[in-house]
């Protein structure tokens, strides 16, 4: 399985672009692309319609040596046997949804990993405080995929890597045609949503983003 700390492109498996009858063919088109860890984000589906989706997905990541990460519902990572959850500002604490995601694996190694979203310098220094294993900071850009959140910009990305330990995954708006400027803002990891998912061959589009990422993290 790849470690976190590894980790240069994350990719999150939105149920808003990808139609529920398409996942197999999308993750498998995202692993091609050498993703380094994959999210489901099913925002409105129940919890059991999540467990099925994650049961689908498993063996792909499995397969790929891929960390699975469930969007919201850290309750599912034991029983499904994911790899860890994230979550957002507004949901769970980090060690609430640690000890969900972990009560049926209490000495697991490797432990779940469990990851929060930050949308400033100082929830980002919060989450690391309080024990996220890595977080998400954005939206850098105002992004369909994230409505009502204004963006934050990229002023905070370089201080953020000088004060935080912890992988940062820089997310919102994110596509090749602003990786360049990102990157040169200090970003070294990034979410990329739309613009994979949308991609005409989603395989191609990551592999160009990880060879970029790659390239800068030599
Ligand atoms: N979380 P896209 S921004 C899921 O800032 C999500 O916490 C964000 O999608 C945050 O790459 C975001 O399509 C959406 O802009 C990212």
Not at 36 to 59: F, G, M, T, Y
Not at 147 to 168: D, K, S
Request: with cysteine; charged share 20%; hydrophobic share 45%.
């Amino acid at each position: 399985m790849k470690n976190l700390a590894d980790a240069l492109l994350y990719g999150i498996l939105d149920l808003g672009y990808t139609p529920a009858d398409d996942v197999e063919r999308v993750t498998e088109q995202m692993l091609a692309g050498g993703v380094d860890i994959l999210q489901l984000r099913a925002k409105d589906w129940d919890e059991s319609a999540v467990e099925s989706l994650c049961n689908r997905l498993l063996p792909l990541t499995e397969g790929a040596g891929v960390p699975f990460i469930i969007n919201d519902y850290p309750q599912l990572v034991p029983s499904v046997g994911a790899q860890g959850a994230h979550v957002g500002q507004d949901d769970f604490t980090v060690s609430d949804a640690r000890w969900r995601a972990g009560r049926a694996l209490a000495g697991e190694v490797p432990p779940v990993i469990i990851g929060k979203s930050t949308h400033s310098f100082e929830q980002a220094v919060a989450a690391a405080a309080d024990g996220a294993d890595y977080i998400g900071f954005g939206p850098l850009f105002a992004t369909p995929t994230k409505p009502g959140r204004p963006a934050i910009g990229l002023e905070n990305i370089a201080r953020i890597h000088e004060t935080v330990q912890i992988p940062i995954f820089c997310i919102g708006g994110i596509k090749w045609e602003n990786l360049d400027a990102i990157i040169e803002a200090g970003a070294r990891r990034v979410v990329i949503v739309s613009g994979l998912l949308q991609a005409p061959d989603i395989a191609a589009y990551a592999r160009r983003a990880k060879e970029r990422l790659l390239n800068n993290a030599i």
